[in-house]
């Protein structure tokens, strides 16, 4: 087995839901084999406060969680990315910084639960669904033989875990 720590960054466009409940939960399911950071293209002001709710909810921690600019990363003495991966449309179709290392990249798209509409209640669904795909994603991600795969089967795998149909094979909503 590795001692390998891998580095991931997640992104979103706002950096304020999907992309910091992916850095928590892989930091939490992985945190002997990842070290996990968030980012946006354009992040808001703060953390969305339902994404924080949930996360405290299923006892996992908070502290220190902000949103931030995925430049951060892309500056000279920035942890070095293993893996880029994006969680939304808008934000896999913007140009990214150029990462150093050559970082395997994938995309798995989520919808944004904080474009969701309708009662609080509603709302919240909406959050449990989208943090319960993410779980599932980064339980799937944590457990792959790393050490052991060539960076093409990487690759692969982590496209295949951006799969929708897989995605839908192997969660319940």
Known sequence: MSDKVYNTLFLCTGNSARSIMAEVLLNSFGHDRF????????PGPHVNPIALDILQATRLSVDGLRS????????PGAPQMDFVVT????????????????????????????ASTGTAEEQRGKFDKVFR????????????????????????E????????TLASTTAS
């Open 133 to 156: 795909q993410i779980a599932t994603r980064i339980k799937i991600f944590n457990s792959l033989p790393l050490a052991t795969l060539d960076k093409a089967a990487i690759k692969r």
């Open 68 to 75: 931030k600019s995925w430049d951060e990363f892309a500056r």
């Open 87 to 114: 969680l939304c449309d808008s934000a896999a179709g913007e140009e990214c910084p150029l990462w150093p290392g050559q970082p395997i990249t994938a995309h798995w798209g989520f919808e944004d639960p904080s």
């Open 158 to 165: 982590l496209d295949t875990l951006g799969d929708r149909a």
């Open 35 to 42: 070290k996990a950071f968030s980012a946006g293209s354009r």
